[in-house]
Nanobody
């Protein structure tokens, strides 16, 4: 099976920075897109940023200019650098990845367990 392990969440003051990491492991042939989503209490899960294996990226309007997604393909790892954090960024952040387990097979989406990010003074 494929497992995504996240780290880097925590408590930070407004204006501060955090870097989230997510590594995919297990039975993996290749990884295509990887991304980050978040869910605040009482709200639906929303896309934060995504990145393909060839470097194409997409960001939610609310984080453009503040967050940066990056990839380390050799380790099947994705990072989210979060700068100028605001209280409204407080949420559980989830990593996901489109993973191919065998050659000539289809991709399947996997999710991490989530990591809490709290922005508060």
């Amino acid at each position: 099976q494929v497992q995504l392990v996240e780290s880097g969440g925590g408590l930070v003051q407004p204006g501060g920075s955090l870097r989230l990491s997510c590594a995919a492991s297990g039975s993996i042939f290749s990884v295509n897109a990887m991304g980050w989503y978040r869910q605040a209490p009482g709200k639906e899960r929303e896309l934060v940023a995504t990145s393909t294996s060839v470097g194409s990226t997409n960001y939610a309007d609310s984080v453009k200019g503040r967050f940066t997604i990056s990839r380390e393909n050799g380790k099947n790892t994705v990072y989210l650098q979060m700068n100028s954090l605001k209280p409204e960024d407080t949420a559980v952040y989830y990593c996901n990845a489109d993973v191919r387990r065998l050659p000539y097979q289809y991709d399947r989406t996997y999710w991490g367990q989530g990591t809490q990010v709290t922005v508060s003074s």
